[in-house]
Every structure is written in structure tokens, then in C-alpha cells.
């Protein structure tokens, strides 16, 4: 484990909060400003129903936790026993809760429990899938910040159910300088700025701005190894190595332990589940894939009605 890391994102009330307002959007997709006249027109007032929610197909499971926000956010009284925990591994057709409670309300509510759950088991899988692809060679899988809008901290709590670390959470929390900072610069400034001229020119303002205080990582990204090169010898914390082959990210490796063997070293840039154990194998720390979120399938969950 590093010294120092991003901060990682467990089930807390500000998790809770985003699911909520996620919930007002999606019961305003569902409903507008009406009702589920199926389920009126075809389901007593009085009826009581009893639901178990299963997984169609193995996976790792995230978003169990988003159940009890939804029902209080519909104004459902209903009873949820959660099987499982997030983050836990299941089989096809492995029972993760049961739910009980007026059939109306249970009706009303069956899709979009279901696709909060699914989509979040999805990417808890997915994670889990490139975790175990790199399983014994140091590196450590990092999602990014290629999000579905809105959805960012719950995708990313999906991630570290299954496995992976979470990276920076927004532009608040950490100081990521990419190619285009870096272009700005050449292009704008009248004086060109190397790459570790930017990496001192950060931290000089991170020592004035938050003097004392803890931090936030100090990350930038180089296209080649001339970049590489130049940027150690100011010591950041991370080296983000783009769209690198295997052969170059052992070379950077090299460079980066007899120059400033403190830096750690972030492979990012097109890597597969194909590819990622052969990237892990070259010595870097950290890999980033973007796939972990913007690419991962729905696990395929139902409500079974009993």
C-alpha cells in the first residue's frame, strides 16, 4: 500500500445523498407527475406482496446499501432484508434480499431498485475482473474520471467494492497537470515551461495556498520518456505514463528508480483486460482504466415475485 493515496470511497451519508437526488430524477422518469396506472388499475389498495431479489448471473454485487435510500425517498414502507453485503461474490441465481411490503408499492419501485443494483454490480464486476488479471504483481487498478454525470461517487464506491482503488474524486482533491495544461502553456506562455517546471510551479503554490496543511497528491501525465526524464527530477508523486507500450513502460520504470525512486508510477491510455496483466507486469504501481466505469455491462438482477 502507498504512504499516501487518493481518498477512497466507502458507503457514507454523502453517498447516501447523491442516491437520493438520483432517485427524485429517476422516479420523475418513471412517474412525471402521475402514477403507474398499471399497477392502480390492476393491484388492490389492500394487497401485500412479498419479492426476493437474485442475481441472473455471477458477479460481485454493489449498490445493495442504495435499497433503504430508494424505498425512504418513494415513501415505501417496506421491509428489506439484504442477503449479501456490497462487495460480496455471487453465483447465478443467488438470492440477494427479499423485500415485503403493499404490492403497489413493490411494483412501482421493482425497476429502478433493479437498475441502481445492476448497474453498480456491473462495474463492482468489472473492477473485480481486472483486480484478479493483475493478481500478484504489485499493481494496483484505479478507475478515473470518465463517470456517468451525476453518478460519479456511487460508480466509484461500485469500483472499491469490487476491488480496485478509487483515483482523484473531482478536481477538488488532488492535482492531475495533463497534456492540455501542458500545451496551454507552450502555446500561451511567453516563456515555454518544462514539465517539472510545472510540477515546482504546483507544489510552490500548494505550499502558499494550504501551508502546513496535508496535501492533496501532486499527479502529471508525460506522452514519452524525453517527458518522463525531465518531470522526475522535480519529484511529484505520480508519473502518469499515456498510452505507453510494455517496453517503454520497463524503461520508465528504470529511469523513475534511479532518479526519484519515491514517485510512483501510473500506467494509463487503452488498456484492455487483454493487456493489463502484461502492463502490470512491467513494475509500474498504479494503472488507470476508464473502462472500470464508462464500459462496464449491467449484471443481469431480477425481483422473483413469491
Known amino acids: 500500500m502507498p ?63 442504495t435499497a433503504p435510500v430508494i424505498l425512504a425517498e418513494m415513501d415505501i414502507a417496506a421491509d428489506w432484508q439484504p442477503a449479501l453485503t ?23 419501485a421493482e ?13 463492482a464486476t468489472q473492477a473485480a475482473a481486472y483486480v484478479q488479471a493483475v493478481e500478484g504483481t504489485g499493481a494496483r487498478i484505479y478507475d478515473t474520471r470518465k463517470t456517468t454525470p451525476g453518478w460519479r461517487r456511487l460508480e466509484k464506491y461500485a469500483v472499491h467494492c469490487g476491488g480496485g482503488f478509487n483515483h482523484r474524486t473531482g478536481l477538488y482533491d488532488a492535482v492531475l497537470i495533463k497534456d492540455n495544461h501542458r500545451m496551454y502553456h507552450q502555446q500561451e506562455s511567453a516563456s515555454a515551461s518544462s514539465p517539472a517546471d510545472l510540477v515546482t510551479r504546483a507544489r ?14 501532486l499527479e502529471i501525465e508525460v506522452d514519452n520518456l524525453e517527458q518522463l526524464a525531465e518531470v ?45 496483466r502484461s502492463v502490470a507486469e512491467t513494475g509500474v504501481e498504479r494503472i488507470s482504466v476508464g473502462a472500470l466505469t464508462h464500459s462496464a455491462a449491467s449484471l443481469d438482477v431480477a425481483l422473483d415475485w413469491n
Do not use: Y
Open 3 to 65: 504512504s499516501r493515496d487518493f481518498s477512497q470511497i466507502t458507503w457514507n451519508p454523502e453517498l447516501a445523498d447523491d442516491c437520493r437526488q438520483l432517485v427524485r430524477l429517476a422516479v420523475r422518469e418513471d412517474l412525471g407527475r402521475h402514477a403507474d396506472w398499471t399497477t392502480l388499475a390492476t393491484v388492490s389498495e389492500e394487497a401485500q406482496g412479498q419479492a426476493t431479489m437474485v442475481a441472473r448471473q455471477a458477479g460481485v454485487i454493489a449498490g445493495l446499501a
Open 204 to 217: 510552490d503554490f500548494l505550499n502558499q495556498k494550504l501551508p502546513g496543511e496535508n496535501q492533496p497528491l
Open 232 to 276: 522526475l527530477v522535480a519529484s511529484p508523486d505520480i508519473v502518469m505514463l499515456d498510452n505507453m507500450t510494455p517496453d517503454q513502460l520497463v524503461a520508465a520504470v528504470a529511469q523513475r528508480n534511479t532518479v526519484s525512486p519515491q514517485t510512483e508510477l501510473e500506467a494509463s491510455g487503452g488498456i484492455s483486460l487483454d493487456t493489463v
Open 111 to 123: 425497476r429502478l431498485l433493479l437498475n441502481f443494483l445492476g448497474h453498480l454490480s456491473g462495474i
Open 86 to 108: 456490497d462487495g460480496d461474490r455471487v453465483n447465478a441465481d443467488q438470492e440477494l434480499g427479499s423485500l415485503s411490503g403493499r404490492a403497489r408499492d413493490l411494483l412501482t
